[in-house]
């Protein structure tokens, strides 16, 4: 009996010290996201705002990861209850496949619901994420997103060179041109760009004609067989799902051709390259575009970004409740709160990404000189800055009726308050940051490729091998010293960039204003 009662005690005590430990880890909400992509200063607000509407403390633990995969793994495996992580698109779709989401509740009761902030371009482009019958929106919620093309200094490469992936194979580059080393960035766009080349070539499509975007696309084009009920010639969208062996072999045939021309296979070392000059052309992401072109213009070196004419890639990273969460009700909250309007303009600040939250106070953020206009109580400056603004917009505004919408789905109108009205489908922005809707055509977003990721990552594998000459190997060395040796300056840039942004943003002005840039 006295045994019979120990073992009751223990039991007892250990259920006491479980209950105990769920009830802490309740007051505890673990994000899982990439370096470098978010305010962070939002962590603490975002404690402080999550009592105020639920009476409840917790604690934001927050933990970084830099490739979807190795995220991806630790969730798998169960041993990590991320209660919030931000993969991107085709990993979500891996997630939805593999059944380790929860569903997002999108009740906040009396809490503000900013989830509709969310542009419904993005919501669209998310629903046609492969969920395996699971509407993705009931799982995921946008964050930031973006293009991939092409960064280039302008010195040494024009515009319209760097409007075709022609320029990646152009000898007279040899030495100077770094790949983003992300297999699915590059598969992707080098897919289009054979296959455009070979039914140029065949004459099936025009000397500068481009595939179609969709099956809608090919209809208004001709370019359609209604008997069979499908396009006459590969649409872009449709590529991002073949990752068949003939596809394989045939990227990894012209990226061979590319490779005695590429410097080197950067993961994350080619904004320093180039912003030094040391490199002139780089297939790299739209954010990290607009890193480089900052710092280079501190140091006198000018670049700028393009997304080539014959198509490219669309990607989204989105916020997810993995299936092993331990505080969901906190993460729902998390997720809700970064589509708060100013939490989005402040992202976007600090990170140099740009938010899917496509609100009035976002766009009048984004656009400099709304900004100035707001910021000023001088009627007559406000009028000057209308003048300027309209007089800019007629040779460099910005398409962006797709993106920013009102309530009725069409293309957001609003009064600056004293009669000035500004139109979603012409503005002034950064068209790097929002891409026109001209080059949003051209694009498509990305989905995993199940099995047959294996057989593409061998080919990249294969096609990489060892590609860094001696002095950029080198320059990477120094590179990377540097890097630690200025991690005690790593804070003080990031207020110091915030800082400054709106400096930058009427030196970006200025220079529309002194020279046209067309999309």
Same mark, same amino acid.
């Given at each position: 009996?006295?045994?019979?009662?120990?073992?009751?005690?223990?039991?007892?005590?250990?259920?006491?010290?479980?209950?105990?430990?769920?009830?802490?880890?309740?007051?505890?909400?673990?994000?899982?996201?990439?370096?470098?992509?978010?305010?962070?200063?939002?962590?603490?607000?975002?404690?402080?705002?999550?009592? *105020?509407?639920?009476?409840?403390?917790?604690?934001?633990?927050?933990?970084?990861?830099?490739?979807?995969?190795?995220?991806?793994?630790?969730?798998?495996?169960?041993?990590?209850?991320?209660?919030?992580?931000?993969? &991107?698109?085709?990993?979500?779709?891996?997630?939805?496949?593999?059944?380790?989401?929860?569903?997002?509740?999108?009740?906040?009761? &009396?809490?503000?619901?900013?989830?509709?902030?969310?542009?419904?371009?993005?919501?669209?482009?998310?629903?046609? !994420?492969?969920?395996?019958?699971?509407?993705?929106?009931?799982?995921?919620?946008?964050?930031?997103?973006?293009?991939?093309?092409?960064?280039?200094?302008?010195?040494?490469?024009?515009?319209?060179?760097?409007? &075709?992936?022609?320029?990646?194979?152009?000898?007279?580059?040899?030495?100077?041109?770094?790949?983003?080393?992300?297999?699915?960035?590059?598969?992707?766009?080098?897919?289009?760009?054979?296959?455009?080349?070979?039914?140029?070539?065949?004459?099936?499509?025009?000397?500068?004609?481009?595939?179609?975007?969709?099956?809608?696309?090919?209809?208004? @084009?001709?370019?359609?067989?209604?008997?069979?009920?499908?396009?006459?010639? /590969?649409?872009?969208?449709?590529?991002?799902?073949?990752?068949?062996?003939?596809?394989?072999?045939?990227?990894?045939?012209?990226?061979?051709?590319?490779? @005695?021309?590429?410097?080197?296979?950067? $993961?994350?070392?080619?904004?320093?390259?180039?912003?030094?000059?040391?490199?002139? !052309?780089?297939?790299?992401?739209?954010?990290?575009?607009?890193?480089?072109?900052?710092?280079?213009?501190?140091?006198?070196?000018?670049?700028?970004?393009?997304?080539? *004419?014959?198509? &490219?890639?669309?990607?989204?990273?989105?916020?997810? !409740?993995?299936?092993?969460?331990?505080? /969901?009700?906190?993460?729902?909250?998390?997720?809700?709160?970064?589509?708060? /309007?100013?939490?989005?303009?402040?992202?976007?600040?600090?990170?140099?990404?740009?938010?899917?939250?496509?609100?009035?106070?976002?766009?009048? $953020?984004?656009?400099?000189?709304?900004?100035?206009?707001?910021?000023?109580?001088?009627?007559?400056?406000?009028?000057? #800055?209308?003048?300027?603004?309209? $007089?800019?917009?007629?040779?460099?505004?910005?398409?962006?009726?797709?993106?920013?919408?009102?309530?009725?789905?069409?293309?957001?109108?609003?009064?600056?308050?004293?009669?000035?009205?500004?139109?979603?489908?012409?503005?002034?922005?950064? /068209?790097?940051?929002?891409?026109?809707?001209?080059?949003?055509?051209?694009?498509?977003?990305?989905?995993?490729?199940?099995?047959?990721?294996?057989?593409? #990552?061998?080919?990249?594998?294969?096609?990489?091998?060892?590609?860094?000459?001696?002095?950029?190997?080198?320059?990477?060395?120094?590179?990377?010293?540097?890097?630690?040796?200025?991690?005690?300056?790593?804070?003080?840039?990031?207020? @110091?960039?915030?800082?400054?942004?709106?400096?930058?943003?009427?030196?970006?002005?200025?220079?529309?204003?002194?020279?046209?840039?067309?999309?």
């Amino acid at each position: 009996m006295k045994r019979f009662l120990h073992i009751l005690l223990a039991l007892t005590t250990l259920l006491a010290v479980s209950c105990s430990g769920d009830d802490a880890r309740k007051k505890i909400l673990k994000v899982y996201n990439w370096a470098d992509y978010i305010d962070e200063s939002l962590l603490s607000e975002f404690e402080e705002w999550y009592y *105020e509407q639920t009476g409840e403390e917790v604690e934001v633990v927050y933990q970084l990861f830099d490739i979807n995969e190795i995220m991806l793994a630790k969730i798998e495996r169960g041993k990590e209850d991320f209660d919030v992580a931000c993969p &991107s698109e085709y990993i979500i779709e891996r997630m939805l496949k593999n059944d380790l989401l929860l569903p997002i509740n999108k009740d906040f009761g &009396s809490t503000p619901n900013y989830l509709g902030n969310v542009a419904p371009y993005i919501q669209n482009v998310f629903s046609q !994420i492969d969920g395996s019958g699971k509407n993705p929106n009931d799982y995921a919620v946008g964050y930031m997103w973006g293009t991939t093309g092409i960064l280039f200094n302008t010195e040494n490469v024009t515009r319209e060179e760097a409007m &075709s992936w022609d320029l990646m194979f152009d000898e007279r580059l040899e030495g100077k041109i770094l790949v983003k080393d992300a297999f699915r960035d590059v598969y992707s766009p080098m897919l289009v760009y054979a296959l455009t080349v070979e039914l140029r070539e065949a004459g099936v499509l025009g000397a500068e004609e481009t595939l179609p975007l969709n099956d809608a696309a090919a209809m208004e @084009r001709g370019l359609y067989d209604y008997a069979k009920g499908e396009a006459t010639v /590969p649409t872009i969208e449709g590529l991002m799902y073949d990752a068949s062996d003939a596809s394989i072999a045939h990227v990894e045939e012209y990226l061979k051709r590319m490779k @005695r021309l590429v410097a080197g296979w950067e $993961a994350d070392f080619g904004k320093e390259m180039m912003t030094q000059n040391k490199a002139w !052309i780089n297939l790299m992401w739209s954010g990290d575009a607009v890193w480089a072109i900052e710092e280079a213009a501190e140091v006198g070196v000018s670049l700028d970004y393009v997304v080539p *004419e014959e198509g &490219s890639v669309v990607w989204f990273d989105g916020w997810v !409740i993995p299936k092993y969460a331990k505080n /969901p009700r906190a993460a729902r909250y998390f997720i809700n709160y970064m589509c708060a /309007p100013e939490n989005a303009v402040r992202n976007m600040d600090a990170t140099g990404y740009v938010s899917v939250v496509a609100t009035e106070e976002v766009l009048r $953020a984004m656009d400099p000189l709304l900004c100035a206009m707001d910021e000023t109580e001088d009627e007559a400056e406000k009028l000057a #800055l209308q003048a300027e603004r309209d $007089a800019l917009l007629e040779s460099d505004g910005v398409d962006l009726s797709y993106f920013f919408k009102d309530e009725a789905g069409n293309p957001l109108t609003f009064d600056m308050g004293n009669g000035y009205m500004v139109h979603a489908d012409c503005v002034y922005v950064d /068209p790097i940051l929002y891409p026109d809707q001209s080059v949003i055509d051209r694009c498509a977003v990305m989905h995993d490729s199940g099995d047959r990721t294996d057989k593409m #990552l061998e080919m990249w594998s294969r096609v990489k091998g060892n590609s860094l000459d001696t002095e950029m190997l080198t320059f990477i060395i120094v590179v990377f010293t540097a890097i630690f040796a200025a991690i005690a300056w790593h804070h003080f840039k990031k207020w @110091r960039k915030r800082k400054l942004r709106r400096l930058r943003l009427k030196e970006f002005t200025k220079k529309m204003h002194d020279k046209g840039r067309h999309i």
